[in-house]
């Protein structure tokens, strides 16, 4: 069973199946949704944290997990705060006594040409998509060490964190961050059998992206909509990533198929950017 662990001792007898356990920030919508939904699919029973504002969204997409038979429950996190992270996960555990995934999916995109970058947007960059999955992974790393049975730390990255880009400095600065904290993080934590990889989407049809589209557009002059078709005629693949596209690589990364990979970034893009 994908979405379980052994437990017990000695050939057999005594032995119990005990659901693995996940954690998905920045659940409430978009590609943490697809996540969320689709570790809940592959047995996982999954905490859906996201902000408090997102609190209507969040409770809808528990509820269509709960309605599809998934087993899951909510809750409010600002992943900037360490202290919170760190909450978050002891209340997981106290609800399901344990954790063995923990996928830092939560993210801003903020919109900006390098000279016009503040410093307000370059700290809302990094304390989100940096300090978030620092924080997810730290507090999930206790956890797992503590239990001794291994994980998986999983990330959103972007192929931001592979290639520079327009209007996007503070951005791809924090997901260049993100690769490299989890190169370290895979290699300290290796000898406890927990694996941390990252997940790099292309573009996305997400509402993220239909909003990148109004403020370039705007900005530049140009009409609404012709952001979107100069980005998706380079996708080699012809078309956005749907949300479930990025769920299925989360979802190998989070199974035992992927045992033997760490320290690695999936990029999930249509053949954008290759390897």
């Known amino acids: 069973m994908l979405g379980a662990r052994r437990t017990g001792q000695g050939g057999g007898k005594g032995m119990t199946t005990v659901p693995r356990t996940a954690i998905v920030t920045g659940a409430a919508r978009g590609i943490g949704r697809a996540i969320a939904t689709r570790l809940a699919q592959d047995g996982l029973p999954v905490t859906l944290a996201d902000l408090e504002s997102g609190r209507a969204a969040l409770a809808e997409a528990a509820d269509a997990i709960a309605a599809a038979g998934g087993a899951c429950r909510t809750a409010f996190v600002d992943v900037s705060d360490q202290a919170a992270v760190e909450a978050l996960v002891a209340d997981h555990v106290a609800a399901l006594g344990g954790l063995d995934v923990m996928v830092a999916n939560a993210g801003v995109t903020l919109i900006a040409r390098f000279m016009d970058t503040t410093p307000e947007i370059l700290n809302r960059s990094l304390d989100v998509n940096f300090k978030g999955v620092f924080h997810c992974y730290m507090a999930a ?135």
């Open 141 to 275: 790393a206790r956890q797992m060490i503590a239990q001794g049975r291994g994980g998986r730390l999983i990330a959103a990255c972007s192929i931001s964190g592979h290639r520079g880009g327009d209007w996007v400095a503070a951005y791809v600065a924090s997901k260049f961050a993100v690769r490299g904290l989890n190169q370290c993080v895979a290699l300290e934590l290796a000898p406890h059998g927990i694996t941390a990889n990252v997940y790099s989407p292309g573009m996305v049809d997400t509402p993220m992206y239909q909003e990148i589209d109004r403020m370039v557009t705007e900005r530049e002059g140009r009409p609404r909509g012709s952001q979107i078709r100069k980005m998706e005629a380079t996708i080699p693949l012809g078309r956005f990533a749907l949300p479930g596209d990025i769920a299925d690589v989360v979802s190998f990364l989070a199974s035992e198929q992927s045992r033997y990979i760490t320290g690695q970034s999936l990029i999930v893009d249509g053949g954008v950017c290759m390897n």
